[in-house]
């Protein structure tokens, strides 16, 4: 679940993951986070939120001292609140897709309490969360991106005009226009003119405070999973034949007409760099444990532009992370294990690390 425009995707996800999660190797607690941020936890808390009938699920809490490294329930009493252990967690596997989730906050909770999870870290989750930035250490890797810029919202009352002009300086159109920090193609536009655009910038400013406006580049998707810490290893790439005018959240995730093309049928050349150019993007960001990275081929010059790092991808039963590693010969169940392996490994080298100066 989580406080995300990507809420229904998030429990896609983790009903994957749950399906495939070996019930004699892990003993598992469910938590689900609601639309407002509340906690809860309970029996079929998954079922409960996909029905919306929550009434039989208790408050649940996760504090950010390591002393209390686990899951709490919250009782009310005629005392008041009342905390009371759960149980310990040993690693907690975030399907949070979008903001609250992805974009480092959840992640610096379980810092602070001192608790193992799947994924990138506090750096990696924020800098692969927000497009802009995202986009400017690509530049400075000398990473090939399509032109973009970044807008804040509060500037638009006045400045709309001026906006659009700047814009329209970047790139001929079709312009694209996204929140810069949201995925699965929520807010995002392609904008082939002026009234287009507008009304664009304007969908993506109800998701953030901070829109990109990028240039359009007449391209087919092509996407690789990273999956590893310090080393990381990096699938066969995919394409995304999408049956819309774009990858759009309808075309991923409504209409289940868009191809998924696994090996994608590209020249070896050209994977092996857009292989090469994942994981220098994966170690640019210090992501960790796994990434979708997401490309654009052009398709009149044969140009490699990278558009994406998703830190935590779609895990669906149509996602491209967990079919892509398929393909290399990691069923999904594996993939699932291998992350969990990934994030104590993560723990244990962050355990080195010394909290006081010793002079």
Not at 106 to 117: K, M, S
Not at 119 to 142: I, Y
Request: glycine content about 8%; proline content about 5%; aromatic content about 6%.
């Amino acid at each position: 679940g989580g406080r995300s425009g990507e809420y229904e995707i998030s429990l896609q996800s983790a009903r994957s993951v749950l399906d495939v999660l070996d019930p004699f190797r892990y003993d598992v607690i469910q938590i689900g986070i609601t639309r407002d941020g509340t906690w809860l936890t309970g029996m079929n808390v998954l079922e409960a939120m996909q029905k919306e009938k929550l009434d039989d699920l208790q408050t649940a809490a996760l504090l950010p001292d390591p002393s209390w490294a686990g899951i709490h329930i919250v009782q009310k009493t005629e005392f008041g609140l009342v905390i009371k252990l759960l149980g310990k967690l040993d690693v907690v596997f975030p399907v949070l897709h979008g903001t609250y989730g992805e974009d480092g906050t959840l992640q610096g909770l379980l810092e602070l309490a001192d608790i193992a999870y799947v994924g990138a870290g506090v750096l990696g989750s924020s800098v692969g969360m927000d497009k802009g930035l995202f986009q400017d250490v690509m530049r400075a890797n000398r990473i090939p991106i399509a032109d973009g810029m970044v807008v804040l919202r509060s500037i638009l009352p006045g400045q709309m005009n001026s906006v659009i002009t700047q814009a329209e300086k970047l790139a001929p159109y079709p312009l694209f226009v996204k929140p810069a920090n949201l995925g699965s193609s929520v807010g995002v536009s392609k904008c082939n003119n002026r009234s287009d655009l507008m009304e664009g910038i304007m969908e993506a400013a109800r998701y953030d405070r901070r829109i990109l406006i990028q240039q359009g580049i007449n391209a087919r998707e092509i996407e690789v999973s990273v999956l590893g810490n310090d080393d990381p290893e990096v699938s066969v790439p995919g394409e995304v034949v999408p049956s819309r005018e774009f990858y759009s959240y309808e075309a991923k995730y409504i209409d289940n007409a868009s191809q998924l093309l696994i090996p994608a049928p590209i020249p070896e050349k050209t994977s092996a760099r857009i292989r090469k150019l994942a994981v220098k993007a994966f170690k640019a960001i210090d992501c960790q444990g796994m990434a979708r990275v997401d490309f654009l081929l052009d398709r009149v010059t044969g140009e490699v532009y990278l558009n994406e790092l998703n830190t935590i991808p779609g895990f669906t039963s149509i996602s491209m992370y967990p079919k892509l590693w398929e393909a290399c010969g990691l069923p999904y169940p594996q993939l699932v294990d291998r992350l969990i392996e990934l994030a104590l490994e993560r723990k244990e080298d962050c355990q080195k690390n010394i909290h006081r100066y010793l002079g």
